[in-house]
């Protein structure tokens, strides 16, 4: 079984484009497939696009009636796919402006079967790119992703920022049990919830792998949400509680003490 996650805030446009090409994955990928979107308080039409798509499979909507902002809708939807799955299931989060191909996804797919926990979609594996990305918008990604991979360093990681990530449900249970509400903490700071997962991931001792990726910039119909401030500022505050002496996350003995029971498979 898949799960596949959508935030969507304002995507009338790109949700028609983007949900025949998950359905077309799913009777590829020959498994059971739910999609669950996350209407964020959208202003436009997507909740009138979603209630009139003809789905062929299993779609599920929440729905916040106030925009929420991406960390607090993550929350929601990866808290339902650990409701919907079993431990051996698959979940992919993906951004619904049609910039993510969902044909990476068998690729994806076939990683984690491999015996990873984590596969990420990535820029900058050989093979990966981005087209249609402005060269001021790769500059600050470039930067950002340095800056991440510097202070959180994951073996096998280079793609930080990319929320195009397939994941296998049961570690996505485990740190719900293990982190609680904390497990997106950082939820009013942007886009910093992308980042905040897999360092939450690696202290409970996840396998991570990358796949090459080509991010489809030059088919983005909706205009971009991302806050560079709010979600730099996300980054730094993160680092400092990371990093902080007195009880960071780095130290904090209750995350210690689930890295060690991670560890020792229990
Ligand atoms: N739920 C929710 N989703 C958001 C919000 N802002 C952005 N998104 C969604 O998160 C994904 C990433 O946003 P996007 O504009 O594509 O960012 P970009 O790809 O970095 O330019 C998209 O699927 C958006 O619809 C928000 O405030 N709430
Ligand atoms: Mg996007």
Same mark, same amino acid.
């Not at 009636?65 to 902002?69: A, C, F, P, S, T």
């Not at 402006?97 to 990476?104: A, E, L, R, V």
């Not at 489809?216 to 119909?221: A, I, M, N, V």
């Given at each position: 079984m898949i799960v596949v996650l959508l935030p969507a805030y304002n995507e009338e446009e790109s949700l028609p484009v983007l949900l025949p090409k998950i359905e077309q994955f799913f009777a590829e990928a020959g498994e059971g497939g739910i999609i669950v979107v996350c209407? +964020? &308080?959208?202003? !436009? &039409?997507t909740a009138d696009v979603l209630k009139a798509y003809p789905a062929r499979v299993r779609l599920e909507v929440i729905t916040h *009636?106030?925009?929420?902002?991406l960390g607090e809708t993550s929350r929601d939807l990866f808290e339902r796919a650990s409701e919907l799955l079993e431990d051996k299931d698959v979940i992919i989060r993906m951004d619904c402006? !049609?910039?993510?191909?969902?044909?990476?996804m068998h690729l994806m797919k076939k990683k984690l079967d491999e015996g990873h926990d984590v596969v990420i979609a990535s #820029?900058?594996? $050989? &093979?990966g790119g981005q087209r249609g990305v402005s060269a001021y918008r790769a500059l600050v990604s470039r930067s950002a992703n340095l800056f991440m991979k510097i202070l959180f360093p994951i073996s096998g990681? *280079? $793609?930080?920022?990319?929320?195009?990530r397939a994941y296998r449900a049961g570690v996505i249970r485990r740190a719900i049990r293990v982190f609680?509400?904390?497990?997106?903490?950082?939820?009013?700071?942007?886009?910093?919830c992308t980042l905040e997962k897999l360092v939450k991931l690696r202290i409970l001792g996840a396998r991570f792998a990358e796949i090459p990726f080509v991010l #489809?910039? +030059?088919?983005?119909?909706s205009v971009s949400k991302m806050v560079s401030s709010v979600t730099t500022l996300g980054y730094l505050t993160m680092a400092v509680l990371h990093y902080w002496?007195?009880?960071?996350w780095r130290t904090n003995p209750r995350f210690l003490k689930a890295a060690r029971e991670a560890r020792a498979g229990s």
């Open positions: 209407n +964020d &308080g959208s202003t !436009d &039409g *009636r106030i925009n929420r902002g402006d !049609d910039t993510h191909d969902p044909s990476f #820029r900058f594996q $050989e &093979g990681v *280079r $793609e930080y920022s990319c929320g195009f609680g509400n904390d497990f997106i903490q950082l939820k009013g700071l942007g886009f910093t #489809r910039y +030059d088919r983005k119909l002496p007195w009880g960071g």
